[in-house]
């Protein structure tokens, strides 16, 4: 715990930025709050500038350090409404253009910001202005679009030379031995023992010195072996039967073939290893902020076919061993604290589940597991407490994506600390999420109360004026 002197920077954050009004309403979320790609693109790196004043850079400040935040946010408020306003304008026209490839937010939030510092709020001419940005920044994609795709894969004779690759590259999986599936969590549990020391009296955690365990997985291709034993097994691969050994990569007993696909969804995405080649690289397409640095589309066609008959989906090793690190840090994730049943947890458990226990959404959880009462809203908060029993279906999707796009982007973790941080920074992402979730839940059935309250008071309001009437009417008696 920081000390009682010191304010989280995010809470900081969030009081300053409710205090400039309405303006930056298009950057900020249901409740007021900045979104969560407001602080990471624009407050942080555009704003508080942490490179050049270190003393921000910390998740707790002290009464100094934050009342100069809290200055810098309301300093720029002018700046940021016209951000805002700026944002609006080029989300508009980008619907008149039909373009649809990226996040929005990924793609414009920064050019925003440089619009409203450049030029202030939007005036004559901001429309000419704004459809040169929306173009540059399709442009800069260089044809790496989700329409691209579509019309590649439209090409009956690619479909047909895909789908014979696919079926080629499915029949000529070989075989492994279940002990190298046991090896490889050893040797996990190894790496994992050097990970997630905390620093004193911080709330992160760092890396101890390179692990050797990560680097003979990686040399002696545990992750493709136990990628290929994932192929088979449907349990005990984890030392036990439970959890499933493929922990919601699959909803599959075991996972089937991949198709070529023709179109796909973010609303009904299935697990990883069940998407098609198209929902593959829709994916990654779709959450790219840098598509210029991605391999032409017919070149991510012709490289998914292979990777997605590759162990774990995946073509680098050091990618494929963080794959299997990963699964034993999620089968040992215990957020509610209510027993061990993964023995032998390492540092980097007791690190991330530490983190998470202290969550008030977990807290809330975790009491909601021994209430007796029912759920107040029809069931939506005891289901997110179910996602704290099986913490590890969001936790290995959320990894496969990001080490997939990494993948796509031939950029392999050359060692434990690297791999470590995308461990680490794919648990703190599922936390997040959920204490969204949550806080959505919450809001959701406090404004079903004030309704309530609001409906009851009228009929009690008509009750009385009811009676009241009646009452008047009534003839009395001597």
């Not at 920077?9 to 950057?27: F, T």
């Not at 209430?371 to 407490?385: K, T, V």
């Not at 496969?400 to 060692?415: F, K, M, S, Y």
Request: glycine content about 8%.
């Amino acid at each position: 715990m920081p000390p009682p002197s010191q304010r989280p920077r995010a809470l900081v954050i969030d009081r300053a930025w409710r205090a400039l009004g309405p303006g930056p309403a298009s950057l900020s979320g249901p409740g007021g709050a900045p979104l969560t790609r407001t602080v990471k693109l624009i407050v942080l790196p555009l704003v508080v500038r942490p490179a050049l004043r270190p003393e921000l850079a910390t998740d707790f400040l002290g009464p100094a350090e934050a009342a100069r935040l809290d200055a810098l946010i309301r300093e720029s408020g002018a700046r940021l409404t016209a951000t805002a306003q700026w944002f609006t304008l080029l989300k508009k026209v980008r619907r008149a253009l039909g373009v649809v490839a990226g996040n929005p937010q990924d793609l414009y939030f920064q050019r925003c910001f440089e619009l409203a510092t450049e030029h202030g709020a939007p005036s004559a001419g901001a429309d000419a202005l704004a459809r040169e940005v929306v173009e540059d920044v399709a442009d800069a994609g260089g044809g790496r679009t989700v329409d691209a795709l579509k019309d590649c894969l439209a090409d009956p004779a690619l479909r047909s030379r895909l789908d014979a690759e696919l079926a080629a590259a499915w029949d000529t999986r070989g075989p492994t031995a279940e002990a190298d599936a046991a090896e490889a969590v050893a040797l996990a549990a190894e790496a994992l023992e050097s990970c997630g020391t905390p620093e004193p009296d911080s709330a992160r955690y760092a890396v101890m010195p390179d692990s050797p365990a990560y680097a003979a997985m990686v040399e002696a291709g545990h992750g493709g072996l136990f990628g290929r034993v994932l192929w088979a097994r449907t349990s005990g691969v984890w030392g036990g039967e439970d959890p499933p050994a493929h922990l919601g990569l699959t909803a599959r007993p075991v996972p089937a073939r991949p198709e070529v696909g023709r179109s796909a969804s973010t609303a009904t995405l299935p697990a990883p290893l069940d998407r098609t080649l198209f929902e593959r690289l829709f994916v990654v397409l779709q959450s790219s902020s840098r598509r210029e640095e991605l391999p032409t589309v017919p070149e991510l066609v012709g490289r998914e076919a292979g990777r997605s008959c590759a162990p774990l989906g995946l073509y680098d090793e050091s990618l494929r061993v963080t794959v299997v690190l990963g699964g034993r840090l999620a089968v040992g994730l215990d957020p509610l604290g209510t027993g061990d049943p993964v023995p032998g947890r390492t540092a980097a458990h007791r690190a991330v589940n530490a983190r998470w226990r202290r969550e008030a959404s977990v807290l809330r959880a975790r009491r909601m597991t021994v209430s007796p009462r029912p759920d107040p809203d029809g069931g939506r908060l005891d289901a997110l407490a179910q996602d704290l029993r099986t913490p590890w279906t969001a936790y290995m999707r959320r990894l496969w994506v990001r080490l997939h796009g990494r993948d796509v982007r031939d950029a392999p973790l050359e060692d434990l600390p690297a791999a470590w941080s995308v461990l680490d920074g794919v648990a703190r992402s599922v936390m997040m999420d959920h204490r969204a979730r949550v806080r959505s839940a919450l809001r959701a059935l406090s404004a079903n109360a004030v309704d309530a309250a609001v409906v009851n008071s009228a009929v009690v309001n008509s009750a009385v004026g009811d009676a009241a009437s009646v009452d008047a009417a009534e003839p009395r008696s001597a």
